[in-house]
T-cell receptor, first 111, second 111 residues
Framework: GENVEQHPSTLSVQEGDSAVIKCTYS??????FPWYKQELGKRPQLIID?????GEKKDQRIAVTLNKTAKHFSLHITETQPEDSAVYFC??????????FGKGTMLLVSP | NAGVTQTPKFRVLKTGQSMTLLCAQD?????MYWYRQDPGMGLRLIHY???????AKGEVPDGYNVSRLKKQNFLLGLESAAPSQTSVYFC??????????FGPGTRLTVT
């Protein structure tokens, strides 16, 4: 089955800095890569996703890049704000039905 | 439109007791999922369903059973609870789009 590794497990940045979270996957057939944000005590929510036919996708301060050859994808957050503090999960889907999640990155943005 | 709801929000069980967690969605979604979330472990798929009357095993199915008798409901059962099943349980649903919509979670403690 699919295996997703996520790094780092924790990330501390100053407000206004950029943050990068990286994930690798094992199944070359995976074709869908979402990122979820989970605030403390809340449910995970999708913030951005990318499909395997696209190398990069951007939505305001958030961007995701995908390198299919190396089997890794990354989340980039620019101009971080305290409200970006949360746990971020990457995931990969090698079949249409299910997702395999990484173990999460706790991002702390200090004012 | 309530989205995805879960019942109960909290529960404490003694070892060996049984219980059923209910997930309900009002979005007419075909796919439904049960995950467990443990510290440092991310979201792990327990069981899922691709439509009414269907169920399938995920990554960590042992000790759990599920049923999808109605399209809008997905039940997760613990027949004989164990302390290792202490966790936060999330239900999710989706339709033909890939985004999964999560419920608010159920915090289960087994003593």
């Amino acid at each position: 089955g699919e295996n997703v590794e996520q790094h780092p497990s924790t990330l501390s940045v100053q407000e206004g800095d950029s943050a990068v979270i990286k994930c690798t996957y094992s199944d070359s057939a995976s074709n869908y890569f979402p990122w979820y944000k989970q605030e403390l005590g809340k449910r995970p929510q999708l913030i951005i996703d990318i499909r395997s036919n696209v190398g990069e996708k951007k939505d305001q301060r958030i961007a995701v890049t995908l390198n299919k050859t190396a089997k890794h994808f990354s989340l980039h957050i620019t101009e971080t704000q305290p409200e970006d503090s949360a746990v971020y999960f990457c995931a990969a889907s090698s079949g249409y039905s299910t997702l395999t999640f990484g173990k999460g990155t706790m991002l702390l943005v200090s004012p | 439109n309530a989205g995805v709801t879960q019942t109960p929000k909290f529960r404490v069980l003694k070892t060996g007791q049984s219980m059923t967690l209910l997930c309900a969605q009002d979005m007419n979604h075909e796919y439904m999922y049960w995950y467990r979330q443990d510290p440092g472990m991310g979201l792990r798929l327990i069981h899922y369903s691709v439509g009414e009357g269907t169920t399938a095993k995920g990554e960590v199915p042992d000790g759990y059973n599920v049923s999808r008798l109605k399209k809008q409901n997905f039940l997760l059962g613990l027949e004989s609870a164990a302390p290792s099943q202490t966790s936060v349980y999330f239900c999710a649903s989706r339709n033909t789009g890939r985004e999964q919509y999560f419920g608010p979670g159920t915090r289960l403690t087994v003593t």
